[in-house]
């Protein structure tokens, strides 16, 4: 009796697990799809990636796989999972390099690290990957909608950078190091004309370059002290006009 309530409740456990795999094989792609985009207009994005995961495991070939590599970057993106997000765009870029979407990825994969850019006195690799990013969107679909958008971006990017090379100019020139300082305000100018930072840049290049000619003259160099600390004064006033 008890070997026959033993095989009877195996019995049960296993056709119970079976029908909840049948339950979760027979969810169409047209119903993962829909409870994806469900989850994405109301912003919990973590469902919507699971749906949308299970779509392309499920159904690699449905018309909707598509839609859903697609918006698992945007999910991801949603939720500032840059990392991940730039991911999903990519493998979407390679799996698709010809689909009508492509400005839109390119252009998301630049807000990714455009998003991640830091402060001007700090490491701009984000930076210079955004910008890299905007260029080849801008250059390879120059009349898209989002190469248009990109500009925008591009501009900022273009301003940050010029700021990095203003603070590092700026640290060389209150160090006393005049030829790398100089080389920074000129890249400013090469670099960065039109941002709004490079009339600072023109008025410290002339000094470095005073600086540099005359560095083996002590009466000079008492006289480049102080007109590097009252530059470095007019520097701090500048900088919180136009990057605070």
């Not at 598509?66 to 390679?94: R, W």
């Not at 100018?189 to 005359?214: R, W």
């Amino acid at each position: 009796m008890k070997k026959i309530f033993v095989i009877s409740l195996v019995s049960l456990l296993f056709f119970t697990g079976c029908a909840f795999f049948q339950s979760e094989t027979q969810r169409s792609a047209e119903e993962l799809v829909h409870d994806g985009m469900e989850d994405f207009e109301d912003g919990d994005y973590k469902d919507a990636i699971k749906s949308f995961e299970t779509l392309k495991d499920w159904y690699p070939f449905s018309k909707y796989a598509i839609l859903a590599e697609l918006k698992i970057g945007d999910s991801y993106y949603h939720l500032e999972e840059y990392e991940q997000a730039i991911f999903a765009y990519e493998e979407f870029e390679n799996l698709h390099p010809r689909n009508e979407a492509i400005p839109y990825v390119l252009y998301q994969i630049g807000l990714c690290y455009f998003e991640q850019m830091d402060t001007v006195d700090r490491d701009q690799s984000s930076t210079l990957k955004a910008l890299e990013t905007f260029n080849r969107l801008i250059r390879t679909f120059p009349k898209n909608e989002y190469a248009r958008k990109a500009k925008a971006h591009r501009t900022q990017s273009h301003k940050i950078l010029a700021g990095h090379d203003l603070y590092v100019g700026m640290f060389y020139y209150k160090s006393k190091r005049y030829k790398a300082a100089l080389n920074r305000f000129k890249s400013v100018l090469s670099n960065y004309p039109d941002v709004g930072v490079h009339q600072f840049a023109l008025m410290l290049i002339p000094e470095c370059e005073t600086s540099i000619k005359n560095i083996s003259k002590k009466k000079d160099g008492d006289k480049r002290q102080n007109t590097s600390e009252s530059t470095y004064k007019k520097f701090l006033n500048f900088w919180k006009n136009i990057f605070t």
